[in-house]
């Protein structure tokens, strides 16, 4: 029996590869426009950094990680989410000495061990911008403008952005005591999660997903309602750029994201168009402990994620058609052997001049070949043969239209790329 790939992860084909460059042109364009630098880190990371990072409450630490020991006996694990790992480049990497604030941004797979359904896989792809060393509402503004461009730029029209604040370490110790003598007398019908989450982390509580803890959750104390002074003010700061910027939101008490390390801002685009969906198309919020935790100085950090696969959900649910790129401009066919060291070193002037062309591989027949590059989406095709070569010349055939054009074999090269308007 054939060897398949593992549940949960899957093949991107040739065939659909073109859907990923559309999406990673918008994502890199946007990123460029507004002075986010790409950073690339390892698949794999020392397992105390999302612990640490990330929260040994969250269930991605709890349930989802892909964790082994390498021959040496360390724990690693393949990286579930990207803003860890960034914030121990940063850090690593002496980045707190250049300017602030640092702006990145990263694309690529994860890792994560859950359900697969519909939008959810166990190795996903991931964009994320971060912005490290910016304290105020106005970097939290940029990202969500971000993230509204590239969903305009996607064709989306109906997406619902809510924001919410879960406050900072100075207000957040009374807060979850409030949340313990809420939840006190409910321990009893609560899940094993929700009972783990109470004393280290109760805000997390609010987060869980099973419908015995939702019902619970009615009436629970919200974090926006117990903020101080300085995050309140920062939230004010957050909706007044929004407004200005035209960005619409509603405000979402109930959101808090699924990390531990997010204080303050917390935001989540949802999708009015795909229900099935059943959560956000994307999400992210502020993280001015993480470097902190990480080992680094203290640093504001802010930042979001958005799956790659869940965009691709939105993109076909709107009916947005994604342009086939075309084939290569020309397929050299090939009518006797003598003239194959020819139209060899001719396909290769051709590639050299920055144009796409092919040549039959399998000595296939001239029938043959006319139907593979039909099927390459050859835009032209000229066959060679005996004849050609003694006459030095031969038929460029559009195939499109069928047009044909005498070509000079020995000037080909230069006169092919007036013909598709390439300057020299």
């Known amino acids: 029996m054939p060897i398949q790939a593992p549940k949960g992860t899957r093949d991107i084909l040739p065939a659909d590869i073109y859907r990923w460059h559309y999406i990673e042109s918008i994502i890199r364009g946007l990123c460029k426009s507004y002075g986010y630098r790409e950073i690339r880190v390892p698949l794999f990371e020392h397992t105390e950094l999302f612990s640490r990072g990330v929260g040994e409450t969250t269930d991605i630490v709890q349930k989802e990680m892909y964790t082994f020991d390498d021959k040496a006996g360390r724990s690693l694990t393949l990286r579930p989410e990207g803003t860890a790992g960034v914030a121990r480049a940063y850090i690593e990497n002496g980045m707190q000495a250049q300017p602030a604030p640092q702006k990145l941004y990263y694309y690529g797979p994860m890792y994560r061990y859950e359900n697969v359904q519909h939008g959810r896989y166990r190795e996903f792809w991931q964009f994320g911008c971060e912005v490290l060393g910016a304290p105020g509402p106005g970097a939290d503004v940029e990202l969500i403008s971000i993230l509204k461009a590239l969903f305009e730029g996607a064709g989306f029209t109906k997406t619902d952005l809510r924001i919410n604040s879960i406050g900072c370490p100075a207000c957040r110790p009374a807060y979850h005591k409030l949340l313990r003598a809420f939840f006190e007398s409910k321990l009893d019908r609560l899940c094993a999660d929700c009972k783990g989450r109470f004393e280290r982390n109760p805000l997390r509580i609010i987060d869980c997903k099973q419908e015995r803890c939702k019902q619970e959750i009615a009436g629970a104390p919200m974090a926006l309602d117990h903020v101080c002074s300085d ?3 920062h ?48 999400g992210g919020g502020r993280y001015d402990g993480l470097i902190g935790l990480c080992g680094g100085p203290d640093t504001p950090g802010v930042g979001f994620s958005v799956g ?3 965009l691709f ?14 084939g290569p401009d020309i397929f050299v066919v090939v009518a006797a052997a003598p003239v194959k060291t020819f139209a060899a070193r001719l396909v290769d002037g051709l590639r050299r001049a920055g144009l796409g062309a092919e040549l039959d591989l399998n000595a296939r027949s001239v029938k043959a070949q006319m139907k593979f590059a039909d099927r390459r989406n050859a835009v032209y095709t000229v066959v060679l043969g005996d004849d050609e070569l003694s006459r030095g010349s031969a038929e460029l055939r559009k195939m499109a239209d069928g047009t044909k054009t005498e070509m000079n074999l020995n000037n080909f090269v230069d006169e092919f790329k007036n013909i598709i308007k390439i300057p020299n």
């Open 235 to 282: 939230f004010e700061g957050l909706k007044s750029g929004l407004s200005e910027l035209g960005i619409a939101y509603s405000i979402d008490k109930t959101i808090v994201r699924g990390l531990d390390y997010y204080t303050r801002t917390v935001f989540e685009f949802l999708s009015e168009n795909v229900k099935s969906l059943g959560s956000a198309i994307c």
């Open 231 to 233: 995050c309140l003010d």
């Open 308 to 310: 790659i696969e869940r």
């Open 313 to 326: 959900i939105e993109l076909d649910s709107y009916g947005v058609k994604i342009p086939e790129p075309a």
